[in-house]
């Protein structure tokens, strides 16, 4: 299990959380009870599996949604 | 891979058409005054029907864009029911509606961007303080640019004047001073030399230094700071969690009940009317913009509040407990009260001056530091009568520096007068040091610590601020602690406190109901800290202070702490107002579908793009917020 948190671009509208949020948990190997979106300060944190996903297939699954990549941290 | 490649495009043009959302409102605005205008003046209904139908299309493309792209990861967005209900409108021929509606919709959203970042602003200044660059050591022995991540503990930097310390380090070689504000809040510049430590983001304002890096990126203080603020902002309360759920079911429910409708009464009007009243925008906004904008008050002033469950507990607070009577005085004590008998007191004095410059008793250092420049006589034969005081022999007298027992065991003889000024000397709260120089008393001195400046006004607002009870509970034994609690009016004041004590003593607390402030620098009260419902640290930025608490005086200010209590309490307050004016507009509205004659689309998305914006706004509030006495 490995650690990501992505920056994206300001999220504004209120149902952009939800979206993301889904989104995120919709890439299999991550761990969906570990996905938070962070209104404030635009960033999805998640646990994933190394072995099954990477940030790169979240990544094009939440630009897939028409929001920006800034960013992104594995830890 | 054909698929793909087709899907690449489409994607292209949707992101193309998002980006231009804002050029799309603008056009649709003109479209609409036009389509109005040749109506209304030229009766021109072909050119009206004309601008109001590309305007309607052009207006409804980025936000269908954002609908079907919410269904694909099966959201029913506001998108969803906004796009239906423009359909529904268009189709019968109501474009006059679509088209202002669409309009509404983008102007809505692209107010609440630049409003939103108003309230995030605060914020987002604190973490733009982070160090971007380093000036590293390379392998060929030259200092090279690099960017703060490549930096690694045990890396050799160069810091210049006038710019941002990149790490938390030594100093290895220079000197210069740092101004720390972003660490302490405290804008005076810091004298930095070898071994002094420097903590990143900080500023070099003068001077150049080398350091080592001891911790890198998220872990120095500053990016743990950073991180938790940035936590904080984000972190839901109970009741927020509820209206999350709530909202996730509520968007299809309108949805159901618009399809309802139409099917029963048979009404497009009345359904798509239903669908733009259908989302709680306000409601998900409403209590992170009240939120993000307290927190960022907070920090801009030196308080950092660890999240919305805390701000909400924060401001129940009815009792506050202060760890010692040190975080109250000066911590300094000094020599108040004095007394003479018999003459020859400048040679008494150097007598004295004498004896107590051998010793670092906290007492004795504020007898040297009250008699200041003296001609220092040679100390023989010092005997320290452990509890009682010192005797020595100076210029070939025998002079006996102690407390009251002191004095008997020296059979010194005390006059009447003498007990009396000893027994008013007691009761204003001081530590007793007599001299008697060959068995006869020549000097009384009495020695307090003081109470810090502007600390009574402080309580003051507090008590001013509804709290109730105010309890020191203090490690010491020297007698002041009923001093300092009688004269700031303290409720409560308990002396030789161990931790474990406090610690009991805050569960007491909390069993009888009493929600508890604990404020403490967390050195040694951590399990008080962490008992108390909420644990306030004044740490200058240490370590367990800021993990443990919930609640961080940066700079260990005292002044910040009324600012720190009226700022949750006005933060609270801002979210309740913020919720019950989400669910009244929701309320209002879907009353008004049902019960009035007004109510029509427009009107609908006036009033949900209005409510989002009266939150924003109302949460903006708390961005000026001051504590008013």
Known sequence: MKKATIQLETLTCPSCILKVENATKSVPGVDKDSVKVMFNSSKVKFDFDDEKTSVEEVEKAITALGYQVMKSKVK | ?629
């Open chain 2, 1 to 629: 891979m054909q698929t793909t490649k087709r899907e690449g495009r489409w994607l292209s043009v949707q992101r193309f058409i998002l980006s231009k959302k804002n050029h799309i409102m603008t056009i649709s605005i003109i479209l609409i005054v036009i389509g109005f205008v040749s109506k209304l003046v030229f009766k021109n209904q072909m050119i009206a029907i004309c601008s109001l139908a590309i305007a309607s299309v052009l207006g409804v493309l980025p936000i269908a864009i954002q609908a079907v792209q919410a269904l694909k990861v099966k959201v029913i967005s506001i998108d969803v029911l906004v796009t239906i209900a423009v359909i529904g409108a268009f189709l019968i021929k109501n474009l006059e509606e679509s088209a202002i509606v669409t309009f509404l919709f983008l102007f809505g959203s692209f107010l609440e961007q630049r409003t939103l970042n108003k309230t995030r602003s605060a914020i987002k200044e604190l973490t733009e303080m982070a160090p971007e660059s380093a000036l590293k050591l390379m392998e060929n022995g030259e200092f090279e640019e690099v960017e703060v991540d490549e930096v690694d503990v045990g890396d050799v930097l160069l810091v210049k004047t006038g710019s941002k310390i990149p790490v938390d380090g030594t100093v290895l070689a220079g000197e210069g001073y740092v101004n720390e504000a972003s660490i302490t809040g405290e804008s005076v510049p810091v004298s930095k030399k070898k071994d002094s430590g420097v903590y990143a983001g900080t500023i070099l304002e003068n001077g150049t230094i080398q350091i080592i890096a001891n911790r890198v990126g998220e872990d120095t203080t500053f990016g743990r700071i950073i991180e938790l603020v940035e936590e904080a902002q984000d972190s839901k309360s109970e009741a927020e969690r509820f209206i999350d759920r709530f909202s996730k079911y509520y968007t299809p429910a309108v949805l159901v009940l618009a399809f309802m409708v139409w099917l029963i009464i048979r009404d497009v009007e009345i359904a798509i009317t239903i669908l733009v009243l259908g989302c709680p925008g306000a409601l998900v906004i409403g209590v992170p913009v009240s939120n993000v904008a307290g927190i960022g008050n907070g920090a801009r002033h030196g308080v950092l509040l660890k999240g919305s469950e805390i701000i909400s507990d924060f401001s129940k607070v009815d009792t506050i407990v202060f760890d010692k009577t040190g975080t109250l005085t000066i911590g300094n004590p000094k020599v108040i009260d004095k007394e003479v008998y018999g003459g020859n007191t400048e040679k008494v004095l150097s007598y004295l001056a004498s004896v107590e410059k051998e010793s670092d008793h906290p007492l004795a250092k504020a007898i040297v530091e009250y008699i200041g420049d003296t001609t220092l006589y040679t100390v023989e034969k010092t005997d320290v009568v452990k509890g009682s005081g010192i005797v020595a022999y100076v210029d070939g007298h025998r002079v006996a520096v102690g407390n009251v027992s002191l004095m008997v065991k020296e059979n010194v003889p005390l006059s009447e007068k003498a007990k009396a000024d000893i027994s008013s000397f007691q009761e204003r709260g001081n530590s007793l040091v007599l001299t008697a120089v060959d068995g006869e008393l020549k000097v009384l001195m009495g020695i307090r610590d003081q109470i810090r400046e502007g600390v009574k006004e402080d309580l003051q607002k507090l008590k001013k601020l509804g709290v109730k009870n105010l309890v020191v509970l203090s490690g010491d034994n020297q007698g002041t602690v009923d001093l300092v609690a009688k004269e700031l009016g303290l409720t409560e004041a308990h002396e030789n406190m161990l931790p474990e004590d406090k610690a009991a003593y805050i569960e007491k607390l909390i069993a009888k109901g009493q929600i508890v402030a604990f404020v403490g620098d967390g050195v040694n009260d951590s399990p008080s800290l962490v008992l108390a419902q909420v644990g306030i640290a004044m740490g200058g930025g240490t370590d367990v202070a800021i993990e443990t608490s919930d609640v961080v005086l940066m700079n260990s200010d005292f002044s910040r702490l009324p600012h720190a209590l009226g700022l949750a309490k006005a933060t609270a307050r801002n979210m309740r107002q913020n919720i019950i004016i989400a669910v009244g507009v929701i309320v209002i509205l879907l009353a008004s579908v049902f019960l009035s004659e007004w109510m029509n689309m427009t009107i609908g998305m006036l009033a949900h793009e209005g409510s989002i914006l009266v939150v924003i706004f109302n949460g903006m509030r708390l961005l000026r917020y001051k504590l008013k006495y």
